[in-house]
């Protein structure tokens, strides 16, 4: 028999199994998706960790304060410097006279505060450089790097009191998230396997007396198992297209409430899913074709011994 | 044409199904192999197109031992012989045309001999205006004569009919009968496996007996002896 005639016949007969068992196709196939639902919910969530922890991180900041004889010249110099640095996101400057006022905004209920301040004769504040940068990570580095005989000596103070702290924590955070979600998606994966084993498994049962009868009247292995194999990547490949449209539809919805809620995160799932689209979903339906066709192999091993 | 040389069949753990039998069929012939239930007499037939394979002994069709029969053969013999059973084995999602079409299709015959060959056994067997319905929407008779028409599609040299009857009113299993007559007169060699004495009795051809999985008699135009 020619290949083109046994292929073509398998074709048909695989599209008249998904028509003619409609029900028992669209409960497959619907268990596929939400199988790819659970799947990208998982991706959804690490995303949306991922952005949160990473703005967070670039809020970390670092004030370096300078004596009150270092003119504005030699910070405003420091902050060139500083800004020259690859690790280095953003270097503010705060003048003597911009902290004073904002140290008195900030006590401006405090009268014993403001007394005290009057007592002296002059701003005690000095001029001070706030350094963020795009990774905490990268934070040892820039404040080693500011420690030249230039600068050095007029540097009075590095307030890193709380950064070591919140970096630690971030990335604390950032691991524990990062292995959640690889947990969380592989437990969902399992549970995936385990409900796709058992789908294909029941369609085969059911199919089982049917699959008998075309051995019986003498349909070799690929006529029997064909039709089987390629209902099941056309399931995936459809369950992979239901859930891109889905994706795309709730993104579009959702991303006026992500914007809102997570305000200047920058956390554009839909560009996320614009970028790595092909991989996610090509991945996902080459991931579920082949755990699909080894539940029809070890299904059909099982209940076929005809 | 058919030859069983000392052909055991074992079931664990302890049923032995056929009990060393020795028996030759000649081309042409119409056996009926008749036998209590338990006698072994649907094991026979499933040894013959290789639904089961002998503990023991050999088994011969034509030139060839089908007791070491390799997986992917089998296909290849059960286009030749013509199988029928008490169940009908049709599939229900496919229309009676396409169920014979599915014997053809699956040995590679082209769209145009479907086409001329599957009109035409649907004729023989008194189908000819059901083509489009399903099984379901048959009788048991009618269901029966589809089942006939697929194994004949073929030209099988062997027909083996595993209870034919057995669901089926005496007027329908005398129509059925008949159909089975008339293919082995067209030179088809027929193994009946029955347990209606009347239909044996009334055939008046060669009757193997089987009782406890052995031969209990093989008699040239027999009855039904059993009690």
Not at chain 1, 282 to 299: E, H, K, R
Not at chain 2, 38 to 53: I, P
């Given at each position: 028999?020619?290949?083109?005639?046994?292929?073509?016949?398998v074709f048909?007969?695989?599209?008249?199994?998904?028509?003619?068992?409609?029900?028992?196709?669209?409960?497959?196939?619907?268990?596929?998706?939400?199988?790819?639902?659970?799947?990208?919910c998982?991706?959804?969530?690490?995303?949306?960790?991922?952005?949160?922890?990473?703005?967070?991180?670039?809020?970390?900041?670092?004030?370096?304060?300078?004596?009150?004889d270092?003119?504005e010249?030699l910070?405003?110099g420091?902050?060139?410097?500083?800004?020259?640095?690859?690790?280095?996101?953003?270097?503010?400057?705060?003048?003597?006279?911009?902290?004073?006022d904002?140290?008195?905004?900030?006590?401006?209920?405090?009268?014993?505060?403001?007394e005290?301040?009057e007592?002296?004769?002059?701003?005690p504040?000095?001029?001070?450089?706030?350094?963020s940068?795009?990774?905490?990570?990268?934070?040892?580095?820039?404040?080693?790097a500011?420690?030249?005989?230039e600068f050095?000596?007029?540097?009075?103070?590095?307030?890193?009191?709380?950064?070591d702290?919140?970096?630690?924590?971030?990335?604390?955070?950032?691991?524990?998230?990062?292995?959640?979600?690889?947990a969380?998606?592989?437990?969902?994966?399992?549970?995936?396997?385990?409900?796709?084993?058992?789908?294909?498994?029941?369609?085969?049962?059911?199919?089982?007396?049917?699959i008998?009868?075309?051995?019986?009247?003498?349909?070799?292995?690929?006529?029997?198992?064909?039709?089987?194999?390629?209902?099941?990547?056309?399931y995936?490949?459809?369950?992979?297209?239901?859930?891109l449209?889905?994706i795309?539809?709730?993104?579009?919805?959702?991303?006026?409430w992500i914007?809102?809620?997570?305000?200047?995160?920058?956390?554009?799932l839909s560009?996320?899913?614009?970028?790595?689209g092909?991989?996610?979903?090509?991945?996902?339906?080459i991931?579920?074709?082949?755990?699909?066709?080894?539940t029809?192999f070890?299904a059909?091993?099982?209940?076929l011994?005809? | 044409?058919?030859?069983?040389?000392?052909?055991?069949?074992?079931?664990?753990?302890?049923?032995?199904?056929?009990?060393?039998?020795s028996?030759?069929?000649?081309?042409?012939?119409?056996v009926?192999?008749v036998?209590?239930?338990?006698?072994?007499k649907?094991?026979?037939a499933?040894?013959?197109?290789?639904?089961?394979?002998?503990?023991?002994?050999?088994i011969?069709?034509?030139d060839?031992?089908?007791s070491?029969i390799?997986?992917?053969?089998?296909?290849?013999?059960?286009?030749q012989?013509?199988?029928?059973?008490?169940?009908?084995?049709?599939?229900?999602?496919?229309?009676?045309?396409?169920?014979?079409?599915?014997?053809?299709?699956?040995?590679?015959?082209?769209?145009?001999?479907?086409?001329?060959?599957?009109?035409?056994?649907?004729?023989i067997?008194?189908l000819?205006?059901?083509?489009?319905?399903?099984p379901?929407?048959?009788?048991?008779?009618?269901?029966?004569?589809?089942s006939?028409?697929?194994?004949l599609v073929?030209?099988?040299?062997?027909?083996?009919?595993?209870?034919p009857?057995?669901?089926?009113d005496?007027?329908?299993?005398?129509?059925?009968?008949?159909?089975?007559k008339?293919?082995?007169?067209?030179?088809?060699?027929v193994?009946?496996?029955?347990h209606?004495?009347?239909?044996?009795?009334?055939?008046?051809?060669?009757v193997?007996?089987?009782?406890?999985?052995?031969?209990?008699?093989?008699?040239?135009h027999g009855?039904?002896?059993?009690?």
């Amino acid at each position: 028999m020619s290949l083109y005639l046994s292929t073509m016949r398998v074709f048909r007969f695989t599209f008249q199994n998904i028509f003619r068992n409609f029900w028992l196709s669209f409960v497959s196939m619907t268990v596929f998706v939400l199988t790819l639902l659970t799947v990208n919910c998982v991706i959804i969530m690490n995303v949306l960790a991922s952005a949160t922890l990473e703005s967070v991180e670039r809020k970390v900041e670092v004030t370096i304060y300078f004596n009150a004889d270092a003119t504005e010249d030699l910070v405003k110099g420091a902050q060139g410097y500083l800004l020259g640095l690859p690790q280095v996101r953003d270097v503010s400057y705060i003048s003597d006279a911009d902290a004073l006022d904002a140290f008195m905004r900030a006590n401006a209920n405090d009268p014993l505060v403001l007394e005290s301040l009057e007592e002296l004769d002059r701003n005690p504040f000095g001029h001070s450089l706030v350094v963020s940068a795009h990774s905490s990570d990268d934070f040892p580095f820039i404040l080693e790097a500011i420690e030249t005989p230039e600068f050095s000596p007029f540097i009075k103070e590095k307030d890193t009191a709380d950064y070591d702290r919140i970096i630690e924590g971030i990335q604390n955070l950032s691991t524990k998230v990062r292995w959640g979600g690889i947990a969380l998606a592989g437990f969902f994966a399992l549970v995936a396997m385990l409900i796709i084993f058992n789908t294909i498994r029941v369609a085969i049962y059911v199919h089982r007396e049917e699959i008998g009868i075309m051995k019986l009247v003498g349909a070799n292995d690929w006529f029997v198992r064909g039709p089987f194999i390629l209902e099941s990547l056309i399931y995936s490949a459809v369950a992979a297209l239901v859930m891109l449209g889905l994706i795309a539809l709730v993104l579009g919805a959702m991303q006026p409430w992500i914007l809102r809620f997570f305000g200047d995160i920058d956390t554009s799932l839909s560009a996320y899913y614009w970028k790595n689209g092909l991989w996610i979903f090509g991945g996902q339906w080459i991931a579920l074709s082949v755990l699909s066709l080894a539940t029809t192999f070890i299904a059909m091993r099982r209940y076929l011994r005809v | 044409m058919i030859e069983l040389r000392n052909v055991t069949k074992h079931y664990a753990p302890h049923t032995n199904a056929l009990k060393s039998i020795s028996l030759h069929i000649r081309p042409g012939e119409f056996v009926s192999v008749v036998g209590q239930s338990g006698s072994g007499k649907t094991t026979l037939a499933k040894l013959l197109f290789a639904e089961e394979r002998p503990t023991k002994g050999k088994i011969i069709i034509g030139d060839w031992d089908i007791s070491a029969i390799h997986q992917h053969e089998i296909p290849i013999l059960r286009r030749q012989i013509g199988v029928v059973f008490q169940d009908y084995k049709l599939l229900q999602r496919k229309t009676i045309f396409e169920n014979i079409a599915f014997a053809l299709e699956v040995a590679g015959a082209p769209q145009k001999t479907i086409r001329d060959i599957v009109p035409n056994v649907l004729k023989i067997v008194g189908l000819g205006d059901k083509k489009d319905r399903y099984p379901r929407q048959l009788s048991g008779g009618e269901q029966q004569r589809v089942s006939i028409a697929r194994s004949l599609v073929h030209r099988p040299k062997i027909l083996v009919a595993d209870e034919p009857t057995g669901n089926l009113d005496a007027i329908h299993s005398h129509e059925i009968i008949e159909l089975l007559k008339r293919i082995n007169e067209y030179g088809t060699t027929v193994v009946l496996v029955t347990h209606d004495r009347e239909i044996v009795n009334a055939l008046k051809k060669r009757v193997i007996t089987l009782q406890d999985g052995e031969i209990a008699s093989d008699i040239e135009h027999g009855k039904y002896i059993l009690s």
